[in-house]
C-alpha cells in the first residue's frame, strides 16, 4: 500500500474548498463501506518530527553504500520527486522535515474531524510515544485492541 499525502493550493475562487469536499466525501464513502465492522484506527505519532527523522536517519546507515544508500537518502529522493516535493521546493532533510509535518497536520486535522463529526463509524486512536517508551507502548496498544475486541 503506498502512502498519500492530499495537498490542494490554488488561488482564490480556483475550487480547492469544492476539491477538498469531493475527496473527503469520497474518503467518508470508503468508511461508510466498513462501517458494520466498527474498523479500529490506531494513529501512532511522536510530537517532534524533525527528532524522529534524525535519530531514525541514525539507526538506519546502509552497511553497504555501493549496494544501497542510507535510508534518510532514499527518502531525501523520494520527497524531492515527488509531485508534493517539487510543488513546495522540498529539498535535503529539510524538505523531507517538512514533508512530514505538512503531512502529520492533515492527517491529524482529518482523524479529529472523523471523531467529532463520524464518531459512530470507527473508533479512533491517537497515540503518542514520545519518550521512545516501546515496553509502555506494547502495553498501551494491546490494552486498546483488548478493549476494541471487548466492545
Known amino acids: 500500500m503506498k502512502n498519500r499525502l492530499i495537498m490542494i493550493e490554488g488561488i482564490p475562487g480556483s475550487g480547492k474548498s469544492t476539491c477538498a ?10 468508511l461508510k463501506n466498513v462501517e458494520k465492522y466498527h474498523p479500529l484506527l490506531i494513529y501512532l505519532t511522536q510530537k517532534d518530527v524533525e527528532e524522529t527523522i534524525t535519530r531514525v536517519a541514525r539507526k538506519r546507515v546502509s552497511p553497504d553504500k555501493s549496494k544501497w544508500e542510507d535510508w534518510i537518502d532514499l527518502v531525501i529522493h523520494s520527497v524531492e520527486k515527488s509531485k508534493y516535493g517539487k510543488e513546495h521546493h522540498l529539498e535535503g532533510r529539510t524538505g523531507v522535515v517538512q514533508y512530514y509535518k505538512d503531512r502529520k497536520a492533515i492527517e491529524l486535522e482529518y482523524l479529529h474531524k472523523l471523531e467529532e463529526e463520524y464518531a459512530g463509524i470507527a473508533d479512533i486512536e491517537i497515540v503518542h510515544n514520545d519518550n521512545y517508551d516501546w515496553e509502555k507502548l506494547d502495553k498501551k496498544l494491546k490494552e486498546i485492541v483488548e478493549h476494541a475486541i471487548r466492545r
Do not use: S
Open 21 to 30: 469536499k469531493k475527496i473527503e466525501a469520497y474518503l467518508l464513502e470508503l
